[in-house]
């Protein structure tokens, strides 16, 4: 048994490469359930009270704490982001989250294995 540190320190001798190749296996074995391991928050400026609702209910996963009479917090984890990209109800949600995280430079070799290379034009 290997103690976490090891680990990381293995992981972190692979190189970006090895990255992009565990993070691709998951892709196409479709095992999101390792996705649930990197957790986000994000500020969402602006959002109606009937709409995160409507998430929160749809995507059990995902929770919101509102700040004031229109920002919330919002908590997720990358799974999530990736059920929301493929619903066609929610997509526009997912690209304007993909789209910040992408120009914050967050992540970017996630974004781009996941959500493809047109993310940088969003």
């Not at 090895?18 to 990197?38: A, N, P």
């Not at 109606?48 to 920002?71: C, K, Q, S, W």
Request: charged share 35%; proline share 3%; hydrophobic share 40%.
């Amino acid at each position: 048994m290997k103690v976490i540190e090891d680990i990381e320190t293995e992981l972190e001798q692979k190189g970006a490469e090895y990255w992009k190749f565990l993070l691709t296996k998951c892709i196409q074995d479709k095992s999101l359930d390792v996705f649930e391991h990197y957790t986000m928050s994000l500020l969402i400026e602006d959002a109606g009270e009937i709409e995160v609702n409507r998430l929160v209910r749809r995507f059990p996963y995902m929770h919101a704490t509102r700040l004031n009479e229109a920002d919330w917090l919002f908590s997720l984890n990358a799974r999530t982001l990736v059920e929301l990209w493929r619903d066609p109800e929610e997509r526009p949600f997912a690209e304007s989250v993909v789209a910040e995280l992408d120009k914050k430079k967050v992540s970017p070799l996630f974004n781009e294995l996941v959500f493809g290379d047109g993310i940088h034009a969003r």
